[in-house]
């Protein structure tokens, strides 16, 4: 069983449209919160509630499982939070490799980023400032007071914001909404839209976060002009974001004028957000012939940031398999910066590349002595075990990281990969079963246990834990069905 229907919380017009638009064939039920009408949600059924929806989006749409990226924007993420009004802040990050400018935020702490967002965010500033705009609208839970003021079941607002996003994470938002009735695009759109009131509560919250967390309040209008300039360049179609978050002329007022409040001083750029960019549009591009070609021509003309565009020039050259080239853009960098893990981490990646596994080995463990936490660091060593045959240690390193990062199917994923090449194929089971529980595929999760559970029959400790967590894994399904 498979969570059952989402046809219990859409119409079965919009289901039958989206699975069209998106090719998909799972079927997927949100958990239901009962009568809203009586009582206001409350922060654990939101988080929650979160939970579910992220498992039935990650069935959908594919995570993108950078590391370093998903490492910075989640030190990003934890900073704003930090300084906002939240409450809870057991935040989820979902980084999805799609052009289109886009972010949102989804009860239960959910916040999902479209690479995009990198093309036209030009500073670490502008970029903060829309996360601090999710934060807000989180922290002020608008999802909540919206559903109390229209006194509607949140699973069918919920559903309709699983709908939205998929297909703006797929097909895009034209592509999608041309798919559809001018009744079922409003339905999408607006399930995903705010408020004018909530949408300038949450640009006036996110301006304070942005000044409390040292930024610049004044990045929040910049980006503001970026949206409009991307408006301009692409006629008629607003970036992705807008269409959630429209930019009225009172909420662009309204948020210039609060800004002005805010003394003016210098606040520095951060490198490490260029070079993030850069390693996002190589993901973009999805060639690394063109992201070489949009490198060297930015070192030859314009460009945000000449150091990362010499690194984006590594990347590509790297990919390209031309690691003499790649190894003189480098050692200029490290040159300069040799104490930048982000350097030291591409050259352990070419280390690997060219299989110089020992020296790879030796950088990262003197690396692990000052960064002992990394998660990037971790994850690069141990697919330097990986590639090394030393499947073992590799295991045992992403073991570790499970416990570090246990909501982080992308580690369960390599675990099951490595444990199987390390003969513990009971190992192997047990990673699977967590990586489908993440992704919401409960069915296939108990099925691995099962197998699990078979090759462990002797060890009455790990069947014990085994049985444990089929239990968890059913009153999990019983709380998404009558929660």
Known sequence: MFIRYLTQLVSAALLSTLLAATTQANNIELPSLGDTSS???????????????LRAYRS????????????????????????????????????????TMNAFAVPGGIIGVHLGLFRYAKSEHQLASVLAHELAHLSQRHFARRVAEQRKNATTTMAGMLASLVLAATVGGDAGMAAMTATQAASLQNSLRY??????????????????????????????????????????????????????????????????QYPIKHYPDNVEYHLMRARAMIAIDGSPAKSLDRFQSELNGDTLNREAARYGTVLAHAELGEYRKAREG???????????????LEDISLDRQQGQFVNAIEKS???????ANSYPLRMSLAETYLKANRYTESEQLLRALT???PDTSYVWFQLAEVSGLAGNIAGVHKA??????LNGVFDKAREQ???ARKLLINDYKEVAIIDQQLRDLADLEKKMENF
């Open 39 to 53: 009582a206001v949600i409350s922060q654990q059924q939101e988080y929650e509630l979160g939970q579910a929806w």
């Open 60 to 99: 959908r749409i594919p995570e993108y499982d950078d590391p370093q990226l998903h490492s910075y924007l989640e030190e990003l993420l934890l900073k704003l939070s930090a300084y906002s009004q939240l409450q809870d802040h057991r935040l989820s990050l979902v980084a999805i490799n799609n052009p």
């Open 195 to 260: 408020s004018r009131q909530n949408e300038q509560e949450a640009d006036r919250l996110g301006i304070e976060t942005i000044y409390a967390a040292d930024m610049d309040p004044s990045a929040v209008g910049a980006m503001f002009e970026e949206m409009l300039r991307a408006t301009r360049y692409t006629g008629s179609k607003p970036p992705e974001f807008l269409l959630t978050h429209p930019l009225t002329e009172s909420r662009v007022a309204d948020a210039n004028s609060r800004i002005a």
């Open 330 to 344: 480098l050692a200029l960098l490290l040159k300069e910066s040799p104490n930048r893990l982000t350097y030291q």
């Open 365 to 371: 463990q003197q690396l692990l002595r000052t960064h």
């Open 403 to 405: 416990l570090d990062h």
């Open 432 to 437: 699977r079963a967590q990586y489908y529980l």
């Open 449 to 451: 246990f099962g197998y």
